[in-house]
């Protein structure tokens, strides 16, 4: 069975920092990408940044390039995204998914579809 469980979420201020992890279990980690997306009050899903497990490779949304840095410890199968200098606007329920890395580079990985997702973690950054 397919488990992604997410860590790291909570309560900080602007300019501050945090750590997420995504735990992967149940599939073979460096077959697949793994992305964050966000999700906001009102607002649509939103792919944050996803990586490569078997390569490395990375890729990142505008809003996050120089502040998220993602990154995998491939001998935990675990997943983390850090993240520095919060905005407001970066508060949302922060999800990690998994996909089956086939057909896609990885600047084309955040259009496909990602079928297992974490339950997510809750980033709320105040003003």
């Known amino acids: 069975e397919v488990q992604l469980v997410e860590s790291g979420g909570g309560l900080v201020q602007a300019g501050g920092s945090l750590r997420l992890s995504c735990a992967a279990s149940g599939f073979t980690f460096d077959d697949y990408v793994i992305g964050w997306f966000r999700q906001a009050p009102g607002k649509e899903r939103e792919g944050v940044s996803c990586i490569g497990i078997s390569d490395g490779s990375t890729y990142y949304t505008d809003s996050v390039k120089d502040r998220f840095t993602i990154s995998s410890d491939n001998a935990k199968n675990t997943v983390y995204l850090q993240m520095n200098s919060l905005k407001p606007e970066d508060t949302a329920v922060y999800y990690c998914?998994?996909?089956?890395?086939?057909?896609?580079?990885?600047?084309?990985?955040?259009?496909?579809?990602?079928?297992?997702w974490g339950q997510g973690t809750q980033v709320t950054v105040s003003s």
């Open positions: 998914a998994a996909s089956f890395r086939e057909g896609f580079t990885i600047d084309q990985a955040m259009g496909v579809a990602f079928g297992s």
